[in-house]
């Protein structure tokens, strides 16, 4: 009997590196940051307000519930009044810290090729002057199995966010201008 565990045990643990190499996807992860020439109070008055993303390009409207406070909600409509929604709760919040960090609850993923995704955002005093803004996420791809279609495997998932953040921080930079400029 004893004999026949340890060949049990030692056909499991064969077939471990096997099994690891099956799993699907990796949650993937994106920061940018940019600098700005305004000082952080100022630039955290314009995109501290969970409720309003208008700062944003992308965002044609944001309506919600529950200002800033946890468990606030926004549905963020994009391009045009019949533009494609993002849905998103608020699970941290802090003035005091200039920062604030949600999920998005609904996307289709046609829209945002990603699945568990949350965020964060915050704004810090920059060495010499002006701010620096920080935006970084972490999700799944848009297709949980394996073998996804193009558009919606990893690379197409870190690619699409990466363009919603720079395109935010970019505006950012236009509002705000450049430390140095």
């Known amino acids: ?32 940051s940019t600098e700005v020439a305004a000082e952080p109070g100022e630039v955290w008055a314009v995109i501290g307000n969970f409720q309003d993303m208008s700062w944003h390009p992308a965002a044609f409207a944001t309506t919600g519930k529950g200002g800033n406070e946890i468990d606030a909600t926004r549905v963020i409509t994009l391009g045009s009044a019949d533009g494609p929604t993002i849905s998103e709760v608020l699970y941290k919040f802090s003035d005091e810290k200039m920062s604030y960090s949600y999920r998005i609850t609904e996307v289709e993923v046609d829209v945002l090729p990603v699945t568990n995704y949350s965020s964060h955002l ?31 495997n990893d690379a197409a998932s870190i690619a699409a966010v990466s363009g919603v953040y720079q395109a935010g921080l970019d505006a950012l930079v236009e509002r705000f201008g450049a430390p140095g400029s």
Do not use: C
């Open 1 to 32: 009997m004893k004999r026949r565990s340890i060949l049990i045990a030692t056909l499991v643990a064969a077939a471990l590196p096997g099994l690891a190499l099956a799993h699907g996807p990796t949650r993937q992860k994106v920061t940018l």
């Open 122 to 152: 915050t704004v810090k005093p920059r060495e010499g002057g002006g701010a620096l803004v920080e935006w970084r996420g972490a999700f799944y791809r848009g297709y949980p199995n394996n073998d996804p279609p193009e558009h919606l």
